[in-house]
C-alpha cells in the first residue's frame, strides 16, 4: 500500500503562483512514477504532469508547459508541483497518483494509476 497526502493548494489571482506538495508513505519503493493530474466538476480527470520515481524522466500536459514544473525532493518523499503564470483554465481540484512497478515510460491515463491522494483546490480568480 501507499499513502499519498496533498497539500498547497488554495486561491490565486490569474498570474500567480502555487506549489502544492503530494508526500508518499507506506510501500515507496514500489513507485514506478507520480502523477499529476485535475478535474473539474463533470468532466473527465486530466493528466497534467508526472515524474518517475528517480526524478530523471519528467512529462507534461502541452498546455501547462513552459508554466509547471514537477519535481521530487528526495529526502522528504515528496513531489511538488510548481505552478506559474496561472490561468482561470487551470481552476481545477488537483489530485496526485502513483504508478506501481517497472516500466520504461511514463503513463498518462488516471485509470492506469494505482493510488491517489485526496485531492487538494486550486482556483484562478481573473
Known amino acids: 500500500q501507499v499513502q499519498l497526502v496533498e497539500s498547497g493548494g488554495g486561491l490565486v489571482q490569474h498570474g500567480g503562483s502555487l506549489r502544492p506538495s503530494c508526500a508518499a508513505s507506506g510501500l515507496i519503493f514500489n513507485i514506478h512514477s507520480i502523477g499529476w493530474f485535475r478535474q473539474v466538476s463533470g468532466k473527465e480527470r486530466e493528466f497534467v504532469a508526472a515524474?518517475?520515481?528517480?526524478?530523471?524522466?519528467?512529462f507534461y500536459v502541452d498546455s501547462v508547459k513552459g508554466r509547471f514544473t514537477i519535481s521530487r525532493d528526495n529526502a522528504e518523499n515528496t513531489v511538488y508541483l510548481q505552478m506559474n503564470n496561472l490561468k482561470p483554465e487551470d481552476t481545477a481540484v488537483y489530485y496526485c497518483?502513483?504508478?506501481?512497478?517497472?516500466?520504461?515510460?511514463?503513463?498518462?491515463?488516471?485509470?492506469?494509476?494505482?493510488?491517489w491522494g485526496q485531492g487538494t483546490q486550486v482556483t484562478v480568480s481573473s
Open positions: 497518483a502513483a504508478k506501481i512497478g517497472r516500466y520504461s515510460s511514463i503513463w498518462t491515463t488516471a485509470s492506469d494509476y494505482n493510488y
Open positions: 515524474i518517475t520515481w528517480s526524478g530523471v524522466s519528467t
